[in-house]
């Protein structure tokens, strides 16, 4: 009976340990798979803000816009350099995440013309090897501080808010030190801050199909295209959300056209918007275009899979397509943004082999 006892006892102490692993080998993936599903229910949440016409979104720019305000306006940004707090980090991808900060509820406005960003500026940090950065001559290495362009997509002039969409670029093989900027930002938590400067660029959306590029008026006559890369798409989409949803006139609206290029299907951001755009505007186009196709079974729901190719620009930049309507070369106005070496590729490509007169690059 002792060695029946003894025997059990043994059992139990021996196993007890593989029992506790096990119940919090199970826990953990329970919260996990929690944590995952509140972060894409809270995507799914901002989807439906952006999607939106929102009475409170500011969709004018800098002081020259708020006319009607009188002196009680009072513009947020004024190129000084400010603080913004970190409010929340929402995961858009495994590459991008959406980063929520707040300015102070002192000021009527956040004073960010469309297609216009801001900078901000971190702490320079020091590579694994001295003096390099991702195994390269690092031409910051004496900087005590570093500088990067963001444009927000959403701005909320009621709760003070600022939404920009970010890439992180976390360390790797390849890059063994991975981006400055936003790995710092990355390791920031609620209520810290961040120092940033602004507006910046050249070119400005004034509404009514005009715009302001180095001082000078453009105007969108017929049809707009705007060609992106990865994040390059986040000048554009505060844009595209004005001329659908609030510069609306009978007989001025032109022809959109969004031609957007990512790695893989997995990193079209904020898909699910542009998306709805299209089932709702007939004057609305988006082209997608994957460098590959992570699921071959929806290879053929992509217009390009591959690089940006010649035939696929003349096709969406000539005919506005969705309604089959042909545009001339002078009647459209083309926008790039995206990483240099795609957008020189293309720049050459639109002007000399397609011969268009209106390209710009921000």
Known sequence: ????????????????????????????????????????????????????????????????????????????LDEKSKTLKLSKIIKLTNTVKIFIFSYPGEYTHF????????????????????????????????????????????????????????????????????????????????????????????????????????????QVKRHIVMIAGGTGMTPFFRLIKHMLLFDVREGEQPFVTLIYANRNEEEILLKQVFDKYELAFPRFKAVYSIDECLDSTKRDTFENVGYLTQDLLRKYILKYQKLDIEVVRSDTLILMCGPPPMTAFLKKILKEDIQMENVITL
């Not at 993936?29 to 803000?49: I, S």
């Not at 690092?138 to 501080?145: G, I």
Request: aromatic share 10%.
């Open 1 to 76: 009976m002792k060695q029946t006892l003894r025997a059990g006892i043994n059992f139990l102490s021996k196993n007890v340990v593989n029992i506790v692993i096990l119940l919090v080998s199970i826990s953990c993936v329970l919260l996990f798979v929690k944590k995952n599903k509140d972060g894409k229910k809270k995507a799914e949440d901002l989807f439906e803000l952006y999607m939106k016409a929102n009475e409170n979104e500011e969709l004018k720019g800098e002081k020259d816009d708020w006319q009607d305000g009188g002196s009680m306006e009072k513009a947020f």
């Open 111 to 218: 004073g960010l013309g469309i297609c216009k960003h801001i900078k901000f500026n971190g702490p320079n940090q020091q590579g694994k090897i001295k003096g390099k950065w991702n195994d390269r001559d690092d031409r910051e290495k004496d900087a005590k501080e570093i500088f990067r362009s963001y444009t927000p997509i959403y701005v909320d002039n009621k709760k003070k808010e600022v939404h920009f969409v970010i890439r992180i670029y976390s360390p790797d093989r390849q890059f063994v030190d991975g981006g400055k900027m936003s790995v710092h930002l990355e390791k920031m938590r609620n209520g810290a801050m961040v120092n940033i400067a602004g507006p910046f660029g050249v070119l400005d959306y004034k509404g009514r199909n005009k715009f302001s590029y180095l001082s000078k008026g453009v």
